[in-house]
């Protein structure tokens, strides 16, 4: 599948295919720039300092959209277990410069996807940004719970459940 979009300096661009892989299976490169998005994003711009690179990348299905050589969304699958009791999705992230084309959603779409068919699971947990709920709503999530810190954050705890 390619994806076309449009850059903010509005030229159009051809998106590869998501990339799934493990954490052995990315290049130095891409972990590089999966670090380096993550980075911007949520230490960065979100003026968070906190401990992004954590044991849980080791055992995560990672998932990514490249524009030609570049990663400019990802996000990180875990089964049941390894983070959360139910399957998870986290670190969802967009390059702020591809924001507003629908891009977060085509990848969330795509883990719920990988979870609830290829690991036939059928509840997927998430930790979300109090600010992203609407986001996360759409989709097809629901807060559970009360709101709490992460990281000094506003969070909500998201439950998908699979029709």
Same mark, same amino acid.
């Given at each position: 599948? *390619? %994806? ?6 509005? =030229?159009?661009?051809? %998106? ?32 968070? %300092? ?7 990348? &080791? ?5 990514? $959209? ?12 875990? =089964?049941?277990?390894?983070? &959360?009791?139910?399957?998870? *999705? ?32 059928? *509840? ?19 807060? %559970? ?7 000094? $954050? ?6 998908? =459940?699979?029709?």
């Amino acid at each position: 599948m *390619i %994806v076309f979009l449009y850059h903010k300096s509005k =030229k159009m661009m051809s %998106v590869n295919n998501f990339h799934i892989k493990t954490f052995d299976k990315l290049s130095t490169k891409e972990l590089y720039q999966i670090l380096q998005l993550r980075n911007k994003v949520f230490v960065v711009e979100q003026n968070c %300092v906190y401990q992004d690179a954590d044991a849980k990348d &080791f055992v995560a299905q990672h998932i990514f $959209l490249k524009d030609r050589d570049k990663i400019i969304a990802y996000l990180r699958i875990c =089964k049941p277990g390894d983070y &959360f009791k139910n399957a998870c *999705i986290g670190r969802v992230v967009t390059d702020p410069d591809y924001r507003r084309q629908k891009i977060g959603h085509q990848i969330m779409q795509k883990a719920i996807d990988i979870i609830t068919r290829e690991m036939n699971e059928n *509840i997927i947990e998430i930790s979300a940004q109090k600010y992203l709920l609407h986001f996360y709503r759409q989709l097809g999530f629901q807060e %559970v719970g009360d709101e709490y810190l992460e990281d000094g $954050l506003p969070h909500m705890k998201m439950i998908y =459940k699979k029709p």
